[in-house]
Nanobody, 125 residues
Framework: QVQLVESGGGLVQPGGSLRLSCAVS????????IGWFRQAPGKEREGFSC???????YSAEFAKGRFTISRGSAKNTVYLQMYSLKPEDTAVYYC???????????????????WGQGTQVTVSS
């Protein structure tokens, strides 16, 4: 059974950091692209960082330099390290899985087959 579980969200002050985790089961990280998306109140879900089955990483412009996606060395887990957080980063953060070993998917949520339940990130003083 495929499952994705996010964790690590919370309340952080502007300028602070958080590390989100996405633990996957039912497949390995070498089988699918794992993407991070976020959805703020009243806004569309937007993808901004993903790591392909071969380990290639892609980031949206606003995420470059502040958000880093990586794989855990021993666990079937993908991490999102976020630095210099801003109030506008407040959103529910989701990880999704899509594509396959031969096809990386990008930031189109419709190309993702599986989703986690989301974790809330609130950036506020």
């Amino acid at each position: 059974q495929v499952q994705l579980v996010e964790s690590g969200g919370g309340l952080v002050q502007p300028g602070g950091s958080l590390r989100l985790s996405c633990a996957v089961s039912g497949f390995t990280l070498h089988d699918k692209t794992i993407g991070w998306f976020r959805q703020a109140p009243g806004k569309e879900r937007e993808g901004f960082s993903c790591i392909g089955a071969d380990g290639s990483t892609y980031s949206a412009e606003f995420a470059k330099g502040r958000f880093t996606i990586s794989r855990g060395s021993a666990k079937n887990t993908v991490y999102l390290q976020m630095y210099s957080l801003k109030p506008e980063d407040t959103a529910v953060y989701y990880c999704g899985a899509g594509g396959n070993r031969d096809y990386d998917v990008g930031f189109d949520q419709h190309e993702y087959d599986y989703w986690g339940q989301g974790t809330q990130v609130t950036v506020s003083s």
